[in-house]
């Protein structure tokens, strides 16, 4: 399947600041099966000199998601998310999500090209706190196939 090549460049930016809230943290710990107990006690996470309970290292695939949703909405896109797998993800952090958060994600294509019958979005998401400053960086390889039918 061919993916537009006038994607590259387009950024998809969460219309409002993300809530990172301690509960849905420690749901988020158990369903990718952390044990730390950083991710479920306050007070385990403020002895390790964290403000509240830590979200595990892939928590920011949560505004990844939001992010990913509307570049799926954009008008150039012609696929849908069944037809995505992920190629690679990768994670760089300037410090930990934790409870309490209030977060912005932006995500921008930073290339397309053509794989056989396949296309590859690369895209990277930039997760920032509300002083603006970027927790963590998310770059990713999708890989588009089939058809929309």
Do not use: C, W
């Amino acid at each position: 399947m061919t993916v537009n090549p006038e994607l590259v460049g387009r950024r998809f930016r969460l219309p409002e600041p993300y809530l990172v809230g301690r509960e849905h943290v420690r749901e988020f710990a158990r369903a990718v099966l952390a044990t730390s107990p950083v991710h479920f006690d306050v007070e385990a996470a403020r002895a390790a000199g964290y403000a509240d309970v830590v979200a595990p290292a892939t928590y920011s695939a949560v505004l990844q998601d939001r992010a990913m949703q509307l570049l799926l909405a954009d008008e150039l896109v012609d696929f849908e998310l069944k037809q995505i797998v992920h190629g690679d993800e990768r994670f760089t952090f300037a410090r930990q999500i934790v409870a309490g958060d209030e977060l912005t994600a932006e995500l921008e294509v930073t290339g397309v090209r053509a794989l056989g019958a396949n296309s590859m979005i690369s895209a990277a998401t930039t997760v920032a706190d509300a002083e603006g400053a970027t927790v963590v960086t998310g770059t990713a390889t999708l890989v588009v196939g089939g058809s929309a039918e």
